[in-house]
């Protein structure tokens, strides 16, 4: 592990993950109108929160680094929006299924970025922030097995 210093690497690579983050919403969003299931819905209202909080965070972390903040996700959400939409020709399951899969790929992002060494307290918070999104991961591959 080498230390990340230079601010507008860290600016690049917490901008990144709010843009992840946004597309994450946008899936949530998607789900949410779309899920029969009244507890899937509450459970998943819970976990796009969670992402709300992660980009309030973020956010601040990369205005305290002389950055600013992105405020909107990339063209990855088209894709994560479209594996829901998809889904939603196939009910619940199909949609708890996609949603999985995205959250795989926050997991995959955030576990990429506590690897690095980054300076106190971005470091801590990004390992919330994956605790989070193991969670999230953990309760769809749960109910999906229900």
């Keep these: 592990m080498t230390e990340i210093v230079d601010a507008e690497d860290i600016v690049k690579k917490l901008n990144d993950l709010i ?3 946004y597309d994450a919403i946008a ?20 976990f796009m929160q969670d992402h709300e909080n992660h980009i309030a965070a973020l956010s601040q972390l ?23 939409v998809i889904a939603d020709l196939a009910g619940d399951e199909a949609i708890l299924k996609a949603m999985l899969m995205n959250e795989e790929v926050t997991n995959k992002s955030y576990e990429k970025e ?15 922030h994956l605790a989070d999104e193991r969670r999230h ?10």
């Design 19 to 21: 843009e992840l983050e």
């Design 27 to 46: 899936a949530y969003q998607a789900a949410i109108e779309r899920l029969e299931d009244k507890n899937y819905q509450s459970q998943l209202n819970i």
């Design 62 to 84: 990369v205005s305290q680094e002389g950055g600013v903040p992105a405020d909107k996700g990339d063209m990855k959400a088209i894709l994560t929006k479209g594996k829901v």
């Design 114 to 128: 506590v690897i690095q060494k980054y300076p106190q307290p971005i470091q801590s918070i990004l390992q919330d």
């Design 137 to 146: 991961k953990e309760w769809l591959e749960v109910a999906l097995l229900e």
